[in-house]
């Protein structure tokens, strides 16, 4: 297990063992910068409060990297040096709109280096598509090293499919994946009967700080540190929407390479798949396209897009 992965737990068993029911308790955005124990920079963007405990949930905004944090470690502020970080830049950079609806966000990173796999689990009666990982899993490349993905789940789908989220939560503890774990939000909204200018989280009446942080909240709940990324569903984002994302202090990620929808893979692409199974031909293409490439490719994490390591 990971250091991150080791405090969110030690921190939830804390707050949740002796009072589940405490569940209820603050979780509120902040943005703290400050500097750690170590010396390093890092930025608390929520606070929870939990059982009369304290916690903030924070960024190492050079690797992309979340932890939990105790108050005390707040006591050093620091100034506005982490506007020249990674994160900083990415977070003024990608919560600035594109030209359209859908194309918001980190699209692509270096188109030297590699290819960033990315997954959707949006609400879904069907299983996890597991076809998806066990072909990644089988490239030469990730014979003795976890295969990087990027998992954008929301929490219905979570709450519906728990023996799903254990059996990727296995692999990770097999060091077969390495998953970074983006909000989808907690409902997914989507109306089939709506234009997609007044649908999804443009849908009116969705409550988009809610969506937001209640999926953060199941995700630790399920002693999961969510990541400082963000996915629209249906990647569709308004210019009010990416600011009320940047005031959360998260990072959209895109994608331009929906490979359902046909779009090919190129240098430094995110690839686009659902997971959920509702979208078999998206499997069926990044199938085809690792067998096309012989394996011969190199997926990295999605904090690598962004100059982070």
């Given at each position: ?114 290819l960033f796999l990315t997954v959707d689990l949006c609400p879904s009666r069907k299983p996890l598509d597991t076809a998806l990982f066990e072909a990644a899993m089988k490239l030469p490349a990730f014979k003795e090293r976890p295969v990087p ?161």
């Amino acid at each position: 297990m990971d250091n991150v992965a080791r405090s969110v737990r030690i921190f939830l068993a804390l707050l949740f063992l002796l009072a589940p029911a405490a569940y209820a308790g603050e979780y509120t955005p902040v943005f703290k910068p400050y500097i750690d124990r170590s010396g390093q920079l890092k930025i608390a963007i929520r606070k929870s409060v939990e059982a009369e405990k304290t916690a903030y949930l924070s960024v190492d905004p050079r690797t992309f990297k979340t932890s939990m944090a105790k108050e005390a470690e707040l006591a050093k502020a620091a100034g506005n040096e982490w506007k020249e970080t990674p994160y900083g830049k990415a977070l003024l950079r990608y919560t600035t709109r594109g030209n359209g609806l859908q194309d918001s966000g980190l699209l692509a990173g270096d188109p030297d280096k590699g290819l960033f796999l990315t997954v959707d689990l949006c609400p879904s009666r069907k299983p996890l598509d597991t076809a998806l990982f066990e072909a990644a899993m089988k490239l030469p490349a990730f014979k003795e090293r976890p295969v990087p993905v990027a998992i954008a789940v929301s929490g219905l789908w979570m709450d519906e499919h728990r023996n799903d989220m254990d059996w990727v939560l296995g692999k990770i503890g097999e060091k077969r994946l390495k998953v970074t774990w983006v909000n989808h939000s907690w409902s997914h909204p989507y109306d089939a009967n709506r234009p997609m200018e007044e649908n999804f989280l443009l849908k009116p009446g969705v409550d988009f700080e809610k969506e937001v942080l209640e999926e953060e909240r199941a995700l630790l709940k399920r002693g999961v540190a969510p990541s400082p990324f963000f996915r629209f569903p249906g990647l569709v984002a308004d210019r009010v929407l990416l600011e009320r994302l940047r005031a959360l202090s998260l990072i959209p990620i895109g994608a331009n390479a929906w490979l359902a929808k046909g779009e090919e893979p190129v240098g430094g692409s995110v690839i686009l798949v659902h997971g959920n199974g509702n979208e078999p031909e998206g499997i069926r293409r990044l199938i085809e396209f690792f067998d096309e490439r012989n394996g011969n490719m190199e997926l990295l994490p999605i904090e690598e897009a962004f100059g982070g390591k």
